[in-house]
């Protein structure tokens, strides 16, 4: 036998039956059990009908346990967590194929995150089904899409010296588990601790406008990219935030990365046009890629691999636009993948299964990549002004484009489940087993005649952007009857804020 899984010696069960019926010879209960850990579900279901004894046997919790944890399922639980895991593990399995079914035929709720006195939307980010955003009037707000409760608290900001005019224009916001970021047009960095209340917990000052503003997944660690200095900021030992990494760079930062899951000193990827920086305090102005004339067009990055598109010269010298992989503890290029005359405007490698990349293209179309080959599996003609932003488990892919349009596709059959039109360009798209939020931002931040007179605090509903929340959970279908609409309290004000709350009968009262 195979050396037995640890399980089986932290958990020991009283059971009447001592030995096991082992076609000519009688084995001790627990050794019997060691053999059945290593059958399937199909194997132990086929032992279960051999005889009384060895179905007993065939459905112990701890044989169970172990195939759910196995699949994936409970992994925050323990054994004592369930009377019986066969039926646990049959529940889990069914929740996912109705959540699939759900997905595929578009049976949910979808619920619009509006900020109606707000103006104009200019950044969303999200993180487990909380959703920040950030507006041109400077205030920041959260929602968070795992209650029903769609009420969304604003994010103060912390006034200094000489603050007394107007907010200036929020320009990127980015959310993890425990902290929220925002940067705004003035160069000023505010950090909120989202377990605090709404007071930010640090801020700090740019001399220039923030160019790229990165979020550790996991942590609390933040870089900011302005003018030619890049800075990382984190906490020390007893809370106080203070400057870490400070870098200097010869041009503008495009783009802006920390690599997650970083044991001490955190790493921060930056795409510099033509050059992409692996920045370490040990090790300051690493180049991790740099050819003359071909600048970077979207940069992602996992806890080993940097993943970042490159524009080539084209149909002039035979070079196709690529997708090149790094290595970033190598610093070697693994994979050079593409065949494309337009350039990779989206890259996702951070959330996509592993060994797999998923890619969009001004050309419209989306691309999944085996990273263990050079060509794709597959390329979907998608959207009619480019491909914007895009992500992918193992069997779906969710694209959204210029145009605004949001494509639901199944990856393993190639074909389109449905999609979600809105006006504005699609610039986030984030999703998890039952839930999908998706972020139209406009372009324009200032559009002429959004409104009547240029003295209103609003702009017009069309012009402000939008971010749609849907939920494909059979236990979040029930409030599914009620529109998102009629969710609100009475205590708004009811005409500006199209509350027809008292349509339905009193259903917050």
Not at 103 to 132: E, F, M, P, T
Not at 134 to 143: A, F, H, I, K, P
Not at 357 to 362: A, E, M, P, R, S
Not at 498 to 503: E, F, P, S, T, V
Request: hydrophobic content about 40%; charged content about 20%; some cysteine.
């Amino acid at each position: 036998l195979k050396k037995p899984n640890k399980l089986f010696s932290l958990f020991s069960f009283q059971n009447e039956i001592n030995e096991v019926p082992f076609f000519d010879i009688q084995l001790p209960y627990e050794l019997a059990l060691k053999i059945f850990q290593y059958l399937g579900k199909g194997e132990l279901g086929r032992c279960a009908q051999v005889s009384r004894t060895w179905k007993v046997l065939a459905e112990d919790e701890v044989l169970w346990y172990r195939l759910c944890q196995q699949e994936g399922y409970l992994l925050d639980t323990s054994i004592s967590d369930h009377s019986c895991w066969k039926l646990a593990l049959k529940n889990c399995r069914a929740r996912e194929r109705t959540l699939k079914t759900n997905w595929k035929n578009r049976i949910g709720a979808v619920s619009q995150l509006q900020y109606g006195l707000g103006k104009i939307l200019c950044d969303v980010h999200s993180c487990d089904g909380v959703v920040i955003a950030g507006y041109t009037s400077g205030e920041v707000r959260l929602w968070d899409t795992r209650t029903w409760d769609y009420t969304a608290p604003i994010l103060e900001p912390m006034h200094g010296p000489g603050d007394a005019g107007p907010q200036p224009h929020v320009s990127f916001v980015r959310i993890n588990s425990s902290l929220a970021v925002a940067a705004y047009e003035d160069g000023t960095v505010s950090i909120w601790n989202l377990m605090f209340g709404r007071e930010p917990i640090h801020r700090y000052q740019h001399n220039q406008r923030i160019q790229a503003l990165a979020l550790g997944s996991e942590g609390a660690t933040v870089a900011t990219a302005s003018g030619f200095e890049v800075k990382v900021e984190s906490p020390n030992d007893r809370g106080f935030w203070q400057t870490t990494q400070t870098f200097e760079i010869q041009k503008l930062v495009n783009f802006l990365n920390l690599v997650p899951d970083v044991m001490g000193s955190p790493v921060t990827i930056a795409a510099v046009e033509d050059i992409v920086y692996l920045l370490k305090a040990e090790d300051p102005g690493k180049i991790l890629h740099s050819v003359y004339g071909q600048p970077v067009t979207c940069l992602d990055v996992s806890a080993h691999e940097a993943a970042f598109g490159v524009k080539t010269f084209g149909w002039l010298l035979n070079e196709p636009n690529q997708i090149l992989l790094y290595n970033l503890e190598t610093s070697q290029c693994l994979k050079k993948m593409g065949n494309s005359i337009g350039d990779f405007t989206c890259v996702n490698l951070q959330n996509s299964p592993p060994n797999m990349l998923v890619t969009g293209n001004k050309d419209r179309r989306v691309r999944v990549f085996d990273l263990r080959k050079s060509e794709s599996l597959c390329s979907l003609y998608a959207h009619q002004l480019g491909v914007s932003a895009v992500q992918m488990d193992d069997w779906k892919i969710v694209s959204g484009g210029e145009e605004g349009l949001v494509c639901v596709w199944d990856q393993r059959m190639g074909t389109k489940l449905w999609e979600m039109h809105a006006r504005h360009p699609v610039r986030h798209v984030w999703f998890n087993s039952h839930s999908l939020i998706t972020a139209n931002i406009p372009d324009e931040k200032t559009p002429r005649g959004a409104s009547i007179t240029d003295n209103d605090l609003t702009a017009h509903r069309k012009h402000r952007g939008i971010i749609y929340a849907y939920e494909f959970s059979v236990d979040q279908l029930a409030v599914e009857s009620v529109l998102p609409i009629c969710r609100s309290s009475y205590d708004e004000v009811t005409g500006y804020n199209y509350n027809i709350g008292l349509a339905v009968p009193y259903d917050n009262i």
